[in-house]
């Protein structure tokens, strides 16, 4: 028996088992998915694709740092508002109304929803219950997980190809801060980043310009892979500055209030280089514009009673409507609606919600239940769901619910 040379063979053998197995690893490893990179731009992520799109056959468009603009996700587009770009729903809109603002002149945004789900989309049954988490208080949305990049990833890709077929010239993302919001899921600060990176380089992929929406906390971050920012309510929150690095950089920052007047933020909103509006918390057609701090008006009467109290520069109050459940906890979601005296519609959204009107006139606030969530009582402890109120102030309204 020849135990040295046994032993030289054995050894010889397990080295190059060893050798084959560490060359199938590295293999495994090159061949990722693309979706499946890691979370930060300094920890090998792809880099992003704008600059190396904007050199391909199809430029990407940029908005100017000032554009006017104009966001409705809400009712027929008013095509008549004048407005260099247009941010609309991407599943409710036609190639054609995408044509139709373009031969205005504009550019258009598709809005999709990529951090929630939506139950009345025509491709929510793509979702599998797996990926669904917690209400995000909206009817019908629930948080997605978003670390599962490999099952959204197909599905995001479907609805960013559709707005491309469709004539879209950008993407606004909505829902990309998740991991700082009760989702049900263990999301991170680096998964957001995972997702958002991944998402910006979908859009540059199909010739899209990206939009950075609300994720303030990871701007830094993310500047390198977006295009433009859109916020809301970055000065209700006080935390406007972080969008600065945007400007710095030469790229557009839009931005929408809903419960403040015009003029306790449009002064600081131009001093920034903001492109901000004043919108209602529904997003219809109804805006005021801080940079020329003048109504545009819209097509419906409900709107342009809305524009007729919101002009004046005296006596405008707010009317802020809250919900609460029967603890005291506050949540957002619920229908609220404000009419006038004589019973026209002057406007409607989701709790949170607020109403710009005018001092002393004659309102009627009306808060709704949505299946087992039911109005209970106001906060002066009057019990119809439908209050008339006649404020020489701004109020704040909190409609209370059982759960």
Not at 66 to 83: H, P, R
Not at 134 to 153: A, T
Not at 359 to 375: D, E, L, Q
């Amino acid at each position: 028996m020849n135990l040295l040379g046994d032993s030289f063979g054995k050894t010889c053998a397990a080295l190059s088992i060893t050798l084959l197995l560490l060359s199938s690893v590295a293999l495994a490893v090159t061949i990722r998915p693309s979706f499946a990179a890691t979370s930060s731009p300094n920890a090998g992520v792809p880099a992003p694709l704008g600059a190396q799109a904007a050199t391909s056959s199809t430029s990407i468009w940029h908005p100017v740092l000032i554009t006017i603009w104009q966001w409705q996700l809400q009712g027929t587009i008013d095509k008549k508002m004048s407005a260099q770009m247009f941010d609309i729903d991407m599943f409710d809109n036609s190639a054609t109304t995408v044509a139709t603002l373009h031969a205005q002149g504009a550019k258009v945004v598709c809005y999709i929803d990529a951090g929630t789900w939506e139950n009345w989309r025509p491709d929510a049954k793509s979702f599998p219950s797996s990926v669904l988490g917690k209400s995000n208080g909206w009817p019908g949305e629930r948080w997605l997980d978003i670390g599962q990049i490999s099952v959204l990833g197909p599905i995001m890709q479907a609805r960013v190809a559709q707005c491309a077929q469709k004539g879209f010239d950008g993407v606004e993302f909505d829902n990309v801060d998740g991991y700082t919001n009760p989702t049900g899921f263990k999301l991170t600060a680096q998964s957001q980043l995972t997702y958002n990176e991944y998402l910006a380089n979908l859009a540059h992929s199909n010739g899209l310009s990206v939009a950075l929406k609300n994720d303030v906390g990871q701007v830094n971050q993310l500047l390198p892979y977006f295009d433009w920012a859109l916020d809301e309510s970055c000065f209700d929150y006080n935390e406007c500055n972080l969008l600065l690095p945007f400007i710095t950089a030469g790229k557009a920052v839009f931005q929408v209030e809903y419960g403040l007047s015009a003029s306790q933020f449009c002064p600081q909103a131009n001093a920034m280089n903001f492109n901000s509006l004043l919108k209602h918390q529904s997003l219809d057609a109804w805006q005021v514009a801080c940079r020329s701090l003048s109504v545009t008006t819209s097509t419906t009467t409900a709107t342009t009673t809305a524009t007729t109290t919101a002009t004046s520069s005296s006596g405008t109050i707010t009317i802020k409507v809250r919900s609460m459940n029967l603890a005291g906890l506050p949540f957002s979601g619920m229908w609220a609606n404000v009419t006038s005296a004589s019973g026209n519609l002057l406007a409607s959204g989701y709790t949170t919600f607020s109403y710009i009107g005018a001092s002393g006139t004659t309102y009627t606030v009306c808060a709704s239940n949505y299946g087992t969530t039911i109005f209970s009582h106001w906060g002066d402890g009057s019990v119809s769901a439908c209050k008339t109120i006649a404020p020489a102030s701004s109020v704040v309204l909190t409609a209370y619910y059982s759960l």
